[in-house]
């Protein structure tokens, strides 16, 4: 008896959980733990949670955000300015964007990035839904907000080379020193860019 | 409509998901984007693990182990040998013995150690449930497996002085080096019971 169905029942949640990103194997276990400790605070109402928003949230047809209504809040929001959309890989960066809160417009999640490695290419992306929207007419700017690495620099080039037919401005967010950074702590392309971008004080 | 519903469900799961050990706020909401792509493989397979694991699962009547049975199966498990029980503060460090695979007899689980701060005394602990068992006869010997800091010590102090009635052997786990330990980076109390408990090579 030593395939305990005890063990099974425990480890297999841990290895389920371990499956999140930032949590290994060891802190799994000891989640377990602290779940089994608070079962009625927090590992029955994690659970209900888990299958509600499951079965509730999904992407919106227009933008791609995940949201309990498609079209999403944000598309759907009157206030939000329809004629500007700012162009992400990724939900997280939307909530980012969101967080910030410096952005009124509308959003559109790619996806991921074009990736020659990882064999990700234009129609692995959400940017047929993206043409479609700018064909659509209405809109006057696209804000290319991909990440600034090279598969993101990659996919935000592609993109300008599909919007270039349209009358808009494509523009991309600024790179410079980050707010509270270091200088020493910089790498040189940031350096450069921040240096090439400077403004009259 | 700053109050979405669906930033709701995904902030309370995030919410949720950020109580467990070892995940904050950023990590838990990174952990939510992840589980809702991977709805059908990850997301509802975990809900139901939660639910299934927290109305199974619970401590063992006889010695504190988490459980799907009670008695658990350490506690019926014929082959384990019942004059000996090792106590230990917490399941989490019957299961590392367990993993460490060195140790065949019984278990008792305290459930935590006094603590005099936090206002933690014998009742607190499953403490009777242990004089109980030795009490019922037939055990030779109790290892005091609390862990090396103040308050494990207390309580093995505490328990030492509770089993010194009966007739049998209490030890405690050994100090010394760890087992691919280097010296230079023990501490010196580490040291000091290493160099005591010396063995002939």
Not at 7 to 34: T, W
Not at 72 to 100: F, G, H, M, N, Q
Not at 104 to 113: A, D, F, I, K, P
Not at 165 to 193: I, K
């Amino acid at each position: 008896m030593t395939d305990h169905q005890q063990q099974n029942d425990i480890e297999a949640l841990a290895k389920l959980l371990a499956k999140l990103p930032g949590l290994g194997p060891r802190s799994a276990r000891r989640a377990v733990l602290h779940l089994l400790k608070k079962k009625e605070s927090l590992m029955l109402p994690l659970a209900t949670a888990l299958s509600e928003t499951a079965e509730r949230v999904g992407p919106c047809a227009i933008c791609g955000n995940l949201d309990s209504l498609s079209p999403c809040r944000i598309c759907s929001d009157a206030r939000r300015d329809k004629t500007i959309i700012c162009v992400v890989e990724d939900v997280s960066d939307l909530w980012a964007l969101e967080r910030a809160g410096a952005f009124r417009g509308q959003y559109h999640v790619l996806g991921g990035t074009l990736s020659a490695l990882e064999g990700i290419g234009p129609d692995n992306l959400n940017i047929r839904g993206l043409i479609d929207r700018v064909d659509g007419g209405g809109i006057r700017e696209v804000i290319l907000a991909t990440n600034a690495t090279v598969d993101g620099q990659t996919t935000a080039h592609y993109l300008m080379d599909k919007l270039g037919r349209f009358d808009l401005t494509v523009s991309q967010l600024a790179h410079g020193v980050p707010v509270g950074g270091e200088l020493d702590y910089l790498d040189e392309g940031t350096l450069l860019a921040a240096l090439k971008s400077r403004r009259p004080f």
